[in-house]
Each structure stands twice: as C-alpha cells, then as structure tokens.
C-alpha cells in the first residue's frame, strides 16, 4: 500500500518538531562553547576580540533557519487540513511559496553543514587547501544540484504527481544526496585520520616521557579519542539520514518527506556537536602541530641526515618546534624563557618539542 502524501506531511511535521527538541538542547551547549571561555574559578564571557565571529554566525543562521521551517511546516498543515477543502491539491503544489521556501530551508542547512565539515578538516590539517580539494569539488557539485531542484520544483505544475519524487525532480534529488553522502564520508574519514595521527603521536612522546629521566613530572596529555568518537557518530548519523533519503528518493517514496524533515534538523545537531567539540584551544593545537611537522621535514631536508629525536625538556639550547599536543595555549613557545611545572599542570598538559641535530 502505497503511502499518502496526507500522512506522509504528517509524520514529517511530528518527527521534525521531536528532533528540533533535541537540537535546541545542543544548542545550548553551543552558545556555552561560543560565548564562555575558561573552566573553574577562571571561567568568564568572551570579549569581543574573542568571539569566533563566523562560527557564532552560521550557528545562529542554523537556529533561525530550522525555527523558521517548523514553523512552515505547522502552517503548511493548517493551510492544508483547515483552510482547505481539498489538503492533497495543498500538499502537492511543489511551486507554492511555502514548498520553496522549505526546500530553501533545507538547502540552506546542508550546504552550510558541508562547508563547516569542510572548514573543520582544513583547520585541523593546517590549512592546506590541497588535503580538502576533493571534498570542495564535491561540494560544489551538490550546490549546482540543490539549485537545480530548487528550479525545478518552481516549474511544476500543481498536480497528484507534482511532488518531490516526480520524475521531473527525483534526479536532482539524488544527485544531491549522492553527491552529500560521498562527500561526508570522504571529508569525515580524512578528518578523524588526522586527529587520530594526532592522538598516536601524543601517546608516544607521553610513554617516552614518563619512561626516560626527566626533570620534572610531565601529566599524561588529553586524550582525543573522545573527539574522534563524537565526530564519527555525528557524522555517521548525518551520512545515515541522508542515505535513507537518497533510497527513498530513488524508489520515489512519499516517505520522502519525513526523511527530508528528519534530515533538515539531523544536520543542524551535527553541525553543533562538531562546533562544541572544536573549541579554538584545539584550532591551535592542530595548527602548531602541523607547523612541527612541517618544521621536521624542512630540517630534515635542508640538513641532508639527520636524526630525528623527540624529547620532552626545558630550556635547552637546541632550536626545538614547538607541538602542543595537549592544546596549549599559554606555554613559552621559545627557548629563552623557562616555564614552571605549575604552568603546565594548570595547562592540563605536557610541552612536547621535536629536536631535529645533525648526525
């Protein structure tokens, strides 16, 4: 038995007002990670200069946003079961205002989603452009596609198979989630592999540390696996919502709608749990750990043989680089100055420097 659109309008309102409860909840530790900043008796409200202004600003175009679509969806229903004598003529006018602004609504949310995802994985690699190229191409490609949907949609006529899974509309659809779903996973995979090299290469220098003979007691690093593992099951669920309706696009389903609902606010609690993990202490700890490897292999190319030593010191006369695995944020990057052991336990973390000598 076929599925109505009626109940299919529905159950996409009810599903999609459920999970924007459980956005909003995430919304607040958003605006915690955003406008708060230290932990303890140091914790206070970001200054100006502070505030990550383009992050803050594409949050609360998500917060809007998804308001904004519920909203849509409730008039959507009451135009078509209260002011109508005829709900299906209602439902299926894709090129009525209320059908486009919330296919717009959805567009919206998703390629914003993508280009934070995006954004994420070009911090933590160092802000080398050539690791997240594929991921750009892919992203381009499903904006041309949501454009086209979005056009297309406007063209139809009003009708019991002008729909979202009408001929006319059905390839944009699956073009665009194809091409999402591929571009998660591709731009997801290569991001908790950096995060994880990361990880990896604290623990080693860690067990190094509390293995060797050193001048002080040096506190395990923070360890990242909780990162990785939030990443990938946000991300995991994101890529799960949007398989589904790629599947129920390419049999040309009415449970299309309640998918696509699904899929709207899914994207907006993956887009805040990866913004409440990816505090702008941690921007810097990737970042200065991509400048030691990078460092590395400069020294390393321009010495000729070299050996490679990592070591945990303080104050030595070598020319070590710096690489805060720990993020910290406040610790001495030169050789001149000497931190203390109450420095880096407030910091939570150990000071870890690779020394590139000549052999």
């Known amino acids: 038995m076929a599925f109505p659109m009626t109940a299919a309008q529905l159950a996409g309102n009810f599903c999609q007002t459920l999970l924007y409860g459980m956005y909003l909840v995430t919304c607040t530790f958003c605006a915690r990670t955003l406008l708060i900043t230290g932990s303890g008796r140091d914790e206070r409200w970001v200054r100006l200069n502070e505030?990550?202004?383009?992050?803050?600003i594409v949050a609360v175009i998500f917060f809007i946003v998804s308001t904004f679509d519920i909203?849509?969806?409730?008039?959507h229903n009451y135009e078509a079961f209260v002011n109508s004598d005829d709900p299906l003529r209602v439902l299926t006018n894709t090129s009525d205002w209320i059908d486009i602004a919330r296919a717009t609504d959805q567009g919206i949310l998703m390629v914003l989603a993508d280009f934070?995802?995006?954004?994420?994985?070009?911090?933590?690699?160092?802000?080398?452009?050539?690791?997240?190229?594929?991921?750009?191409?892919?992203?381009?490609?499903?904006?041309?596609s949501i454009t086209g949907l979005l056009v297309m949609a406007g063209k139809q006529a009003t009708g019991s198979d002008s729909t979202l899974a009408s001929d006319a509309i059905t390839p944009w659809f699956l073009s665009f989630y194809a091409i999402t779903?591929?571009?998660?996973?591709?731009?997801?995979?290569?991001l908790i592999w950096r995060i994880w090299r990361v990880e990896k290469e604290s623990e080693r220098y860690y067990n190094t540390s509390t293995t060797g003979s050193t001048s002080f007691h040096a506190t395990q690093p923070r360890r990242l696996s909780q990162v990785i593992r939030v990443i990938?099951?946000?991300?995991?669920a994101y890529t799960l919502t949007v398989l589904v309706t790629?599947?129920?696009?390419?049999?040309?389903?009415?449970?299309?709608?309640?998918?696509?609902?699904?899929?709207l606010q899914a994207t907006g609690i993956a887009f805040n749990i990866i913004?409440?993990?990816?505090?702008?202490?941690?921007?810097?700890?990737?970042?200065?750990?991509?400048?030691g490897e990078r460092s590395t292999i400069f020294n390393a190319a321009h010495?000729?043989?070299?050996?490679?030593?990592?070591?945990?010191?303080?104050g030595e006369r070598s020319r070590p680089q710096d690489v805060e695995l720990a993020g910290i944020g406040g610790l001495s990057h030169g050789t001149d100055n000497v931190s203390t052991q109450e420095d880096f336990d407030k910091a939570g973390g150990i000071k870890i420097t690779r020394t590139v000598e000549a052999s």
């Open 51 to 56: 505030l990550r202004w383009m992050m803050a």
């Open 71 to 75: 909203a849509l969806g409730l008039l």
């Open 116 to 144: 934070v995802l995006i954004y994420r994985c070009w911090i933590v690699y160092g802000r080398r452009w050539l690791v997240v190229l594929p991921s750009v191409i892919f992203y381009i490609g499903g904006t041309a």
């Open 181 to 190: 779903a591929v571009q998660n996973v591709l731009t997801t995979g290569i």
């Open 232 to 236: 990938a099951e946000s991300g995991a």
């Open 246 to 263: 790629f599947i129920l696009s390419a049999i040309q389903s009415n449970a299309l709608y309640p998918a696509s609902d699904i899929a």
């Open 275 to 291: 913004l409440i993990r990816s505090s702008a202490r941690r921007d810097h700890q990737f970042t200065m750990y991509d400048q």
């Open 303 to 314: 010495r000729g043989s070299t050996t490679l030593k990592g070591s945990i010191h303080l």
